[in-house]
């Protein structure tokens, strides 16, 4: 006959050491085997994927091989809070950068403050960001580059400048500039970029004040957030088979009563759900897409140095690689390994799901930049 630990002749004192030891076994063997978060397999990398360039996923749910990174320096821009080491990307979206850059300063601005592009591997990102998981998000501060250049440490202190009043949602005019606007019909008329994410705002500002040629005001997009800085977002390049792609904007001007809405009380209403908890806190491997793991297991380049792009149109090492997915087991399931509540992530813990066809966007999650 069995004899249960309660039924033993021992003192309770005793009974509830032991009892308080199982149940910190029980939560240790748990521990063990709960799979890892993504963001903190991702944030661990320190150089990207040796492999062809590839965006595997979705911009808020994915990860990039064969990434390259953005010097620190340029003739027109300055890389950001460097600490965070998130000046990669795919090279066409680096390519692009440096374009911008040279073209923008050749218009008359001084030179770009670079923000947040993607880490080395992209994934999700410890802190932050919802998106620039595939190395096709770079985020660009509408502060003018200074005359002189920064130090880091300034670089990891300086403030930016908010261009929008808190209370009234409206651009400060006493800061905003036409060189401004100019900076971001610069950044739109490239064919690569699909949309630009800003304030709403600064989209009002430019639908009230730009004449002419209008067209390129159907890649503004308002969202929260985005008053010190504008989104810049690149298509799915070519190579990259398993790279999810965003729905077209209007062909309008995105001026009317979508943008109305952003200035009615709803879309600033406290969050009903404050403590619920964001996507990049819960996702693991197993809600990225399956190349994603080989993505974490490719080689590291020899340096940081070795896979800059310095627009020079030199190949970077290793860019001809592909990456090899090994497949699961034929025994195993993705269910087994997914955590009861993160298989299906809602459409709502992504801030760049598609807005329903319904006229006017419904709330988001606000998105940390």
């Not at 978060?37 to 320190?46: C, M, Q, S, T, Y």
């Not at 062809?52 to 911009?59: E, I, N, W």
């Not at 010097?71 to 374009?99: F, Q, T, Y």
Request: with cysteine.
């Amino acid at each position: 006959m069995v004899t249960s630990l309660r039924s033993l002749p021992v003192r309770r004192p005793f009974l509830t050491a032991t009892l308080a030891i199982l149940a910190l076994a029980g939560l240790a063997a748990g521990a063990l085997t709960a799979e890892p978060r993504a963001k903190d397999l991702f944030g661990a990398e320190k150089l990207p994927a040796v492999a062809a360039a590839q965006s595997f996923g979705f911009y808020s749910k994915g990860c990039f091989a064969g990434g390259v990174a953005i010097p620190m320096d340029g003739p027109s821009w300055e890389v950001m809070r460097p600490s965070r080491n998130r000046r990669w990307g795919h090279p066409a979206m680096i390519a692009l950068i440096e374009k911008l850059a040279r073209d923008a300063h050749a218009d008359g601005w001084p030179g770009l403050l670079i923000g947040d592009i993607s880490q080395p591997r992209g994934g999700p990102m410890l802190t932050g960001h919802a998106s620039h998981q595939i190395g096709l998000d770079a985020d660009i501060w509408l502060t003018p580059m200074p005359s002189r250049p920064l130090s880091m440490a300034q670089r990891e202190s300086m403030s930016a400048t908010l261009m929008v009043d808190e209370k009234t949602h409206l651009v400060k005019d006493a800061l905003w500039t036409t060189r401004h606007t100019q900076l971001l019909k610069r950044a739109a008329s490239y064919p690569e970029v699909e949309r630009i994410l800003v304030n709403p705002g600064i989209k009002k500002k430019l639908c009230d004040t730009v004449k002419g040629d209008r067209s390129w005001l159907r890649k503004i997009r308002p969202f929260w957030g985005h008053d010190y800085h504008f989104h810049m977002r690149i298509g799915c390049q070519p190579g990259s088979h398993g790279c999810k792609a965003q729905e077209a904007t209007p062909t309008d001007d995105g001026c009317g009563k979508p943008l109305a809405w952003w200035f009615t009380a709803e879309p600033w209403r406290p969050n009903k759900n404050p403590d619920a908890p964001k996507a990049r806190d819960i996702m693991t491997m197993a809600n990225l897409p399956k190349e994603c793991r080989a993505v974490l297991d490719a080689p590291n380049p020899a340096s940081a140095e070795a896979v800059t792009y310095h627009g020079d149109g030199l190949p970077i090492a290793g860019n001809d690689l592909p990456i090899a997915v090994a497949e699961p087991p034929a025994e195993s399931s993705a269910e087994a390994t997914v955590p009861v509540g993160a298989a299906a992530l809602p459409a709502s813990a992504s801030a760049f799901a598609p807005t329903p066809k319904i006229g006017i966007p419904l709330p988001r999650p606000r998105p940390e930049n």
